[in-house]
């Protein structure tokens, strides 16, 4: 699981007007919806503030041979307190108004073009810094408090089945949906909160339950059943309805692979795409569909959530 909520102390914030150069400590820092005001590496990107922990510099002073000032990696913010590296993209630094989303763990490390590294011939920045977009405008200075909370990503399994609904059997694909994404969580390191409801082959009931998911936010919706050609089959219709922007070439792939074999796979009517900030997937009712499914699609999840949240993670 991901680290817990902390709060961690800002020991420097720090100032270059020139990439590639170290940065100054300053007294306090304005940040903006463009990153630091001043600052040479702000402007309309994903990576407007660097943070950096002491814990890594002075694991790196060791390796140097001398101390390391603030700023010198080209921080903007120097903490101490947390192993910044353990955050995860999408996590959160609060203080008063300011809020900071985490949008890269690390860097491609620069070479000769990096002050620090034409030195000494190495810098931590490139694995053990992060990086982070403003949410919320304010000032920083040395002696605040930032308080990190982990993001909680938040999924909905939702089971179509006249049957189930009723009693006459019990649901298996649900569950077994909701297991392959608690093992992607815990692959990821992801905190994580599931809920699985069943409800009949209905359109408005489904139609109600992804529109409140939608709105609520929710990062994961799936459903399970319903993706045939049968007349009670209503899924896809409901879930297109509800997308703004598909992705068939998840299930296409998906169909032709299974398809090859056996052609009846061919006619699952499963549907992929995002709605707002939440990623919505048809899939059958089956609980051996929901396992092959679920193999393919958990290889693109991390990548699709970084991709509908603006951060650039190729």
Known sequence: MSIEAKNINILSV???????????????????????????????????????????????????????????????????????????????????????????????CHGDSCAIYREVGNCV??????????????????????EYIPKVYSALVITLSDRAYAGEYEDRSGPRLAGHLH?????????????????????????????????????????????GIGPRDISPEVVKSVIQKEVPGIMEMIRMKYGMEKPNALLSRGVAGSADKSLIFALPGSVKAVNEYMEEIVKSLRHMVYMLHGIDAH
């Open 14 to 108: 720090n100032i270059s007007e020139a990439k590639g150069t170290i940065k100054k400590p300053v007294s306090e820092i304005h940040l903006n919806e463009s990153g630091v005001e001043g600052d040479a590496h702000a402007g309309k990107w994903h990576r407007q503030i660097s943070l950096l922990a002491k814990e890594s510099v002075d694991k790196f002073a060791v390796v140097a041979g001398r101390e390391i000032a603030y700023g010198e990696f080209a921080e903007n913010i120097t903490t101490e307190g947390m192993l910044l590296y353990e955050a995860s993209p999408l996590d959160r630094f609060y203080c008063d108004e300011v809020e900071l989303e985490v949008t890269q763990i690390g860097k491609k």
């Open 125 to 146: 920045m490139p694995k053990e810094g992060i990086f982070c977009r403003v949410l919320g405008n304010g000032d920083l200075r040395a002696g605040d408090t930032l």
């Open 183 to 227: 093992g992607f969580f815990n692959e990821q390191k992801w905190l994580h909160d599931i809920e699985n409801v069943v409800i009949p082959d209905d359109e408005q009931a489904l139609s109600a339950l992804l529109l409140d998911a939608v709105e609520q936010r929710v990062d994961f919706i799936f459903t399970t059943g319903g993706t």
